[in-house]
């Protein structure tokens, strides 16, 4: 909630069907990907409020090992830390990498980024996602942009590196809940050189079951294309006009009615008490009409 009040009080005035600079997503959309989010938190955040520290945040590589911890402090998650994480990444890293990173709500902060132009010289080389569990808090256009399954550079990742992370850590969690603060990162860190002990010992067997699972799963789509006897170029081209469709611009509101206007009544000044219920009932019409 915090993070959403300091966003618009930035710009008020901002329009919701503008696509901002570098964004294929309106405002809109990821407006309602934030409320989303938000109103999901907002029970977690009145719970929480008697804790000095509020929780933890993880980066994990692309093998689900801890990279770094942030301790959230008193003040909760900010995204912010989300841009020291991937700061500090790219300084441990040669330039010529692109790294692929994910977050719940990587929509709003890919905007912030550009919007605010905040680490330019870190955007060249990071493509963002969102963990594929996410995704379904997302709206249909950011779920088709930002899925890495949709991402030809993401493989067959799904990002819930930090879930599976959590779920190794879970049974720390009451202890942690009534330790002092140096107890509880003793516990934390003695837990986690554990859990990267046995990380290690069991890498290349992962890897091995995630890359044989990834060409069962493209053995059997390439099979049931072969079976229904569709090219794959149709299924490409299909899915570029699907992007493009639900990438274009929608119908400006006040254009429309006054164009509406004008063929009703020949007056190229709204008039005041038209009801936006029924302008948007027209949108649907035509937007339906457009897209079918
Ligand atoms: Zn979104």
């Given at each position: 909630m915090e993070t959403k009040a300091a966003g618009k009080s930035t710009n008020p005035n901002r329009s919701t069907d503008v696509r901002e600079r570098g964004m294929a997503v309106i405002n809109d959309v990821i407006d309602h990907c934030e409320d989303s989010y938000l109103a999901a938190k907002d029970y977690h955040i009145k719970i929480m409020k008697e804790f000095s520290?509020?929780?933890?945040?993880?980066?994990?590589?692309?093998?689900?090992?801890?990279?770094w911890f942030i301790n959230m402090g008193p003040n909760g998650e900010k995204r912010y830390f989300m841009l020291a994480m991937m700061q500090q990444l790219l300084r441990e890293l040669p330039e010529s990498f692109t790294i692929g990173f994910f977050y719940d709500v990587i929509c709003t902060l890919h905007r912030e980024m550009e919007r605010w132009q905040l680490l330019p010289h870190c955007l060249p080389h990071l493509k963002f996602a969102t963990p594929v569990f996410h995704l379904y808090g997302h709206q249909w256009l950011c779920q088709l942009l930002y899925h890495p399954y949709k991402n030809p550079e993401f493989g067959h990742t799904d990002g819930e590196g930090c879930e599976r992370e959590w779920n190794l850590l879970n049974s720390v969690i009451p202890t942690?809940?009534?330790?002092?603060?140096?107890?509880?990162?003793?516990?934390?860190?003695?837990?986690?050189?554990?859990?990267?002990?046995?990380n290690l010992c069991k890498l290349a067997s992962c890897q091995k079951w995630r890359f044989d699972d990834a060409v069962a799963k493209l053995d059997e789509a390439e099979g049931a294309l072969d079976r229904l006897g569709i090219p794959i170029d149709k299924i490409q081209?299909?899915?570029?006009?699907?992007?493009?469709?639900?990438?274009?611009?929608?119908?400006h509101v006040l254009n429309l009615f006054l164009q509406i206007n004008?063929?009703?009544?020949?007056?190229?000044?709204?008039?005041?008490?038209a009801g936006m219920k029924t302008i948007e009932s027209i949108l649907n019409l035509l937007w339906t009409r457009t897209t079918l």
């Open positions: 520290d509020k929780g933890l945040i993880v980066l994990v590589c692309q093998h689900d090992c801890v990279l942690c809940r009534i330790s002092g603060f140096y107890c509880r990162l003793f516990v934390i860190n003695t837990k986690q050189a554990y859990i990267d002990g046995q081209t299909a899915w570029a006009e699907q992007l493009s469709t639900q990438q274009a611009e929608p119908p004008l063929l009703t009544s020949g007056n190229l000044v709204p008039e005041k008490d």
